[in-house]
């Protein structure tokens, strides 16, 4: 796929890709409408404070880690285009409660569920998959989660103004967010009637099971339980933070740790429950795939977009304090970080695609960000303005650049299962920001940058060691095993009225 494929909009191919990248700009729209609020929100409530807002901020996020896994998985089985199309319809009941909430518990409790909206990438992965080949799958990826995420930016520059210009007065940040979640509502119904998960003919893959991801041997399984611990603890770490801003108590943290113990305890049994009965079986040898790409690719995504994350929350306050400039002017500079997705991530997609070696595209890129990182851990005021900026946008291109990588190779692992492998390695990327936010308020914004330097060396060593080159990664078609024939002869093709 080229660049100006993109622009054939007749072409099904590119209509399924615009249509989804759009759905996913429309989620993510409505996931971060309270930051570029907040302010407001605080004045007209009278009673909420900053410290509130900062704890919202954590709960923002504290649902997309589970919620990606368990989206992958019913992914895996009822296709993108129901998923995408409920997400968007449900996630608009939360939009709304918060919206018109007035006490603390309502705003607590709607936003917490509002961040399962964070899944929707997921989906967008998995039906961008099944409609682009192999070998064009990297830059389509890429465009898809590029174009999409830009719908945090654009909630940035659209709400303030629809709250003052269209509503005004001190409720119009509620009209504003509600705006938001009627988007939702209007696009989940567009969605559901324009799309199928697969062009004509082709049958969708659906994974044999969906409690638990499969695995092809006994040492894979244990690799998928000890990586699916990380996932439980961040959790943990979100509700510490939480307690340690005065939002829960001692108590209940520890009744929150129990809770997460026991989820962890009935994943362990899940996993086992699963992949005990196939491994007694016996996977065939055409079926198998090993779980160290998938854990490579845990790796990076936690690297590069929990870095992403972790920096776009702290950049406007470090070029503030460092040259003295005006919030206005920081957070103009900060944007541009954000604003290097609409073409960075598709960049990196489309050199996966044409570089022979996928592997080596990933590697590149990790390098590059630890170069970055070391880089931007040495600003200080003494640097001209113009070179800390130009050092922080290739940063941020080589950041973006290697979440389009990723994801243009996830789609090869294992195809049937795609949904929940996207859904791991986009949980690890929240998990990510978690730690290395929770990092931040231990150092300096200078260490902080070496830190996640570390954690890009750390992964690109990962991925030099443990991922592998795909099979059929320029391809035309995806490699189908034995199982996936079998599936193929039972199923006929998931049209619009599946």
Known sequence: ??????????????????????????????????????????????????????????????????????IGMLLDKYGPRKVFSALLIVMAI????????????????????????????????????????PKSV?????????????????????????????????????????????????????????VTDTPEGKVYQKARKIAAMEVSSWGDMIQLIIWTVPLVAALGLLSWRLKNLGFISETALFIIYVILAITLIYQIVQILRVNIPILKAGVPEDDKYKFKNVAALNTTYFANFGAELAIVSMLPMFFLLTFGLS?????????SFAFVNLFARPLGGWLSDRVKSR?????????????????????????????????????????????????AVIPLIKKRITGQISGMAGAYGNVGSVVYLTIFTMVSPQTF????????????FCCLFLLDEPKGGHGEEYELSSVDREVNQAEIPLQKTS
């Not at 709960?59 to 990606?68: F, G, M, S």
């Not at 919030?327 to 944007?335: D, E, F, N, R």
């Open 1 to 70: 796929m080229s660049f100006s494929d993109i622009f054939q909009f007749k072409n099904e191919r590119t209509k399924i890709l615009h249509l989804t990248w759009i759905a996913f700009f429309v989620s993510f729209f409505a996931w971060f409408n309270m930051a570029p609020l907040a302010t407001t929100m605080v004045d007209s409530l009278g009673w909420l404070t900053m410290d509130h807002i900062a704890a919202l901020a954590i709960i923002n996020v504290a649902l997309t880690i589970p919620a990606r896994i368990i």
């Open 94 to 133: 939360p939009t709304f409660a918060f919206a018109f909430g007035d006490t603390w518990t309502q705003l607590l409790v709607a936003r917490l569920l509002l961040s399962c909206i964070g899944a929707s990438f997921v989906v967008g992965i998995r039906m961008v998959s099944e409609w682009f080949p």
């Open 138 to 194: 990297g830059f389509a990826e890429g465009f898809y989660a590029g174009w999409g995420n830009f719908g945090s930016a654009a909630a940035a520059m659209i709400l303030p103004w629809v709250a003052i210009s269209m509503f005004g007065g001190d409720e119009g940040w509620r009209y504003a967010i509600a705006f938001s979640g009627v988007l939702c509502l209007i696009y989940g119904v567009i969605y559901y009637f324009s």
């Open 327 to 335: 919030a206005t002017a920081a957070g103009l500079i900060a944007a």
């Open 359 to 407: 592997k080596k595209v990933m590697l590149m890129y990790m390098f590059g960000i630890g170069l970055g990182l070391i880089g931007m851990g040495l600003i200080n005021s003494e640097w001209p303005l113009i070179l800390a900026i130009v050092v922080t946008i290739i940063t941020s291109i080589f950041i973006q650049g290697a979440e389009g990588a990723t994801f």
């Open 449 to 460: 940058f070496f830190i996640l330097a570390g954690g890009a060396f750390v992964s690109f």
